[in-house]
């Protein structure tokens, strides 16, 4: 159990209810929300947690409130929709304020996959292997990426520039202090592989990207995951650990408040897909979501699509005809990573920051994660604090 507790004060600790000695007993206590998005990587949050941790079980949301200063009264639970649980997180808060239950409330994921042990085997049930689509959920998701690769003509070089780009944008973005207001110091200890020794370290700047990426030292990799195949360790995305987290809540609080207001929650999708080609879902998601806004495609002014493998990174840009200019502008998880529950979070707020940046003509953003294909859209403000999201007025 210390394990679970350990992993989650990282995520935990920074979230802390603000104190505000103006505040009315009136307005003390309104109704608040918290969803926690923590699933194990390449399981379920809620089955086969001991196999994964070695710990006792599920972090259940009891042990959460014991780590923080909210009170008792305040509701908690875990979601787990695997790569996109961080997106789950958050979207059910939106819907639960959306539809009046709550006020104000965070979407949060944390991961740490560098403990991850999901590799152990495991007893299967022997029926799955009767139904096809059953046995393809258990599918290694680097199998899944070859099939993308394979089945809709992705080629190593395609996947390979895709690797290089990514990373060349977010050393650029991280060199010019672009994450500095979406990245919370984390102070832990890491222990020397060649002595032993433990050492005190903050961390305050995404350590997996590696600038110098390029096509000649990609060119040498092997493949990781099939023989002939074009999935490497240099276009999938990388074993992490994080922590994310998205503060929601109506529009006539924050501003009560006079807290800055980044984005308007608009719309959100899942869409299945096979999962033998699960990746490819972000190409099914976001012009369901993008119709559900009411919007069109060529309205979206960016897009943040999960880099889980490049193979399907770049499939879904090209079957949905994007702009590459207007995709990941900032890198995404072949240089940033992709700690599976807090990725969604993650994004949200890379997104909504961005559009802060790129000012009154940059006015909606589109957030996708593949596994089953989730997508969220957001629109943002103008600084005079009119909605630009009519859904929201």
Request: hydrophobic share 40%; glycine share 8%; charged share 20%.
């Amino acid at each position: 159990m210390e394990k679970v507790i350990n992993r989650q004060k990282v995520l935990l600790q920074h979230l802390q209810p603000i104190s505000n000695s103006s505040s009315s007993p009136e307005t003390t206590h309104e109704s608040a929300a918290l969803s926690a998005s923590i699933c194990a990587a390449g399981d379920s949050a809620a089955y086969q947690r001991k196999a994964a941790f070695g710990d006792d079980g599920i972090p259940y949301s009891p042990l959460q409130s014991k780590t923080w200063s909210f009170e008792e009264t305040v509701p908690l639970r875990t979601v787990n929709r695997q790569c996109s649980s961080g997106l789950q997180a958050v979207s059910d808060v939106a819907a639960y304020i959306k539809a009046g239950f709550y006020d104000i409330g965070i979407g949060a994921g944390v991961e740490s996959m560098s403990i991850d042990t999901v590799n152990k085997l495991r007893q299967i049930n022997p029926k799955v292997d009767i139904f096809k689509q059953a046995k393809d959920c258990l599918l290694p998701m680097g199998i899944t990426s070859e099939n993308v690769a394979e089945n809709y003509g992705v080629t190593r070089q395609e996947q390979d520039l895709a690797a290089v780009e990514s990373h060349r944008r977010a050393a650029a973005a991280s060199a010019s202090g672009k994450f500095k207001d979406e990245i919370i110091p984390v102070s832990t200890k890491i222990v020397n592989p060649k002595t032993g020794e433990e050492m005190p370290v903050t961390i305050s700047v995404d350590d997996g990207i590696r600038p110098n990426t390029n096509m000649a030292d990609l060119a040498k990799l092997k493949p990781a995951f099939k023989k002939n195949g074009t999935t490497t360790a240099g276009n999938s995305s990388q074993l992490t650990d994080g922590a994310g987290a998205v503060l929601l809540m109506k529009r006539s609080l924050a501003m009560q408040k006079g807290l800055p207001i980044l984005g308007v929650f608009r719309s959100y999708v899942a869409v299945g897909v096979d999962p033998a080609v699960m990746g490819i879902g972000p190409a099914a998601a976001i012009p369901a979501a993008v119709k559900s806004a009411g919007l069109e495609l060529e309205d979206i002014d960016l897009f943040e699509i999960n880099e889980a493998f490049a193979s399907q990174y770049v499939y879904c840009y090209k079957k949905l005809g994007l702009d590459p200019e207007k995709v990941n502008v900032n890198g995404g998880a072949m240089a940033l990573g992709h700690p599976l529950g807090a990725t969604g979070a993650r994004c949200v707020g890379t997104l909504l920051h961005e559009m802060k940046r790129r000012g009154k003509d940059c006015r909606f953003g589109v957030i996708s994660m593949g596994d089953s294909a989730d997508e969220l859209l957001n629109a943002r403000t103008v600084k005079s604090g009119n909605l630009l999201s009519r859904d929201a007025q």
